[in-house]
């Protein structure tokens, strides 16, 4: 039996890529948005079995990082060309937990998806899935400086079997080569591995806002089929942060903008992905201390012992 949850934002600002609703709501049903409002939700929506927002409280459409997840531990590290080297030299338990902590990190502070270029995918999909947020897993193809553990047919093949609904997988084709054997399921992008790996998405917000929303929600929604942001029959992908006091407060409902939230860190209350609280109370739900523990056991030796074999 598939129980479908009811969500609702009420009393809320909404602010979406280029509208604002100074008092409204936001239902849920399952894994979609059903009616975005003004004023108080109509009686029937009421009856949600979680029921958040109030006063202060600002719903932004949900962010997706493009990314490599597994790369996380060893962001300290000077270069791209080296976190590309670590990466496909991760054991399956020390690429789950590397990636369980980047998402732990990304969904507290307002990811709800994920796109992630992946060499060794299959711990990274069941850390994805762990972690409570979507999104999709790539394996890089024909990409040079990034090459896939195993042979990309066999792995795409095997993960098409173990991973569907909000975490998916596929391939980063960085040539216009396309192989007979890619599935109609698959999701292909065309593209190259990130250039740069973004953990905050307020901080990209501050260099260029319409720029930061075009990279972050616009583009990844088109690529993911999420729908139009913040919008019915939509993917529910959104983030309610706290705008009441700093950081990023906003003195008055009138100024309420992008830009009122560039270059700041607002609190993040709640994150939703497909439906799914991820974060509640500016707690992670699904990831825990105890996770981290064990991934300070697992990666602490390895990330000295891989520094050393790259040069770090």
């Not at 009616?35 to 009856?47: D, F, K, M, S, T």
């Not at 994920?114 to 994805?128: D, F, G, Y």
Request: hydrophobic content about 45%.
């Amino acid at each position: 039996m598939i129980v479908v949850v009811r969500l609702l934002f009420a009393d809320v600002y909404i602010l979406g890529i280029n509208w604002f609703i100074k008092n409204g709501y936001v239902h849920v049903v399952g894994e979609n948005i059903e009616a975005v409002g003004e004023g108080e939700p109509p009686l029937e929506y009421q009856y949600a079995e979680m029921v958040g927002g109030g006063r202060d409280r600002l719903v932004v459409p949900g962010f997706t990082a493009y990314t490599i997840a597994s790369s996380y531990p060893f962001r300290a590290l000077s270069s791209l060309s080296k976190l590309y080297k670590v990466v496909g030299k991760l054991s399956y338990e020390q690429a789950y937990y590397a990636s369980l902590l980047a998402f732990y990190e990304l969904s507290i502070s307002g990811f709800t998806a994920v796109i992630s270029v992946e060499p060794n995918p299959e711990p990274v999909a069941r850390a994805l899935y762990d972690s409570g947020l979507g999104g999709v897993v790539l394996i890089p193809l024909n990409c040079s400086e990034l090459e896939p553990v195993d042979d990309p047919k066999k792995l795409l093949e095997d993960l098409l079997q173990k991973f569907k609904g909000r975490v998916r997988v596929g391939l980063l084709a960085c040539s216009s080569e396309r192989p007979s054997w890619i599935p109609e399921d698959a999701v292909v992008v065309d593209g190259e591995p990130p250039r740069r790996l973004v953990w905050n998405p307020w901080l990209m917000l501050g260099e260029n806002v319409e720029d930061a929303l075009e990279k972050l929600v616009l583009e990844p929604n088109k690529r993911l089929g999420l729908g139009e942001p913040l919008k019915p029959k939509s993917k529910a992908n959104l983030v309610v942060v706290d705008v009441s006091e700093p950081p990023a407060w906003i003195p008055s409902s009138e100024l309420i903008d992008w830009k009122w939230l560039a270059g700041s860190v607002p609190r993040v209350e709640t994150v939703v992905s497909w439906g799914n609280i991820v974060v509640d109370g500016g707690q992670h739900l699904y990831v825990g201390p105890e996770a981290c523990r064990k991934a300070r056991q697992v990666l602490a030796e390895a990330i000295e012992k891989i520094e050393k074999l790259v040069g770090g």
